[in-house]
């Protein structure tokens, strides 16, 4: 399952995405895409690296780049991964395309000792004010595709992704919202990164 945000544009949460990791660690990337999160975590960082790929041109691309990627779904393939099988798992501009995203980040936190999420905040202020003054389903940078045609089947805010996370027992160790190409680390996700946060990095593990 390849990134849902409908532009390439966004993919500065890569490169944040990668800060957090250590080097040498054993990472599971979910929703792979062409694999360039891999290469970017093999090139910087010396990661042991997997990844999981809905669509076939994606395993392809990313095989074509010697990545070690397979055909799945996060919604129905994470269970077959053992406990602890990685130091990281990650879904990045994906979880918002699953069907069931409550038991994707169960499952990723059982295989992972952290778990890193990048989406599209739904809370965004010129989400609020299109949807408010046009009457229509927004389409931004983030969310780039029409209502009819979206993979974007489950929405969700900085808010709402706090709220599960803690509901399912995951701490957050690090939060990033970006605005814009502006990146800002936040200790609490409030109102305020609700508000101005196009997308979110959450870095995340068990609570002790």
């Known amino acids: 399952m390849s990134n849902a945000n409908g ?27 062409d694999g360039d999160l891999l290469a970017l975590l093999r090139a910087q960082k010396d990661i042991d690296g997997r990844g999981v790929e809905l669509s076939q041109e994606g395993v392809n691309a990313s095989v074509a780049r010697g ?29 918002q395309a699953t069907r069931n995203p409550k ?31 046009s009457g229509r389903m927004p389409e931004t ?13 489950h929405l969700c805010t900085v808010l709402d992704f706090a709220s599960l996370c803690a509901e399912l027992g ?22 305020f990164a609700n508000l101005f946060a196009s997308d979110a990095v959450f870095l995340l593990s068990r609570k002790n």
């Open 7 to 33: 532009s390439d544009a966004g993919r500065i949460d890569l490169d944040l995405i990668a800060r957090m990791i250590a080097p040498e660690s054993r990472v599971l990337d979910v929703g792979c895409g």
């Open 170 to 191: 995951l701490e957050i160790e690090d939060a990033l919202i970006l605005t814009g190409e502006k990146a800002r680390r936040i200790s609490n996700p409030g109102c």
């Open 141 to 153: 940078r983030s969310l780039g595709y029409s209502w009819y045609d979206t993979p974007n089947i």
């Open 67 to 95: 990545l070690a990627v397979v055909q799945g779904d996060a919604d129905t393939d994470l269970v077959d991964y053992p406990d602890d099988a990685f130091d990281y798992v990650i879904l990045s501009q994906t979880i």
């Open 103 to 133: 038991a994707v980040l169960r499952e990723m936190k059982r295989i992972g000792r952290h778990v890193i999420v990048s989406f599209p905040n739904f809370g965004n202020w010129r989400v609020r004010l299109k949807l408010l003054f």
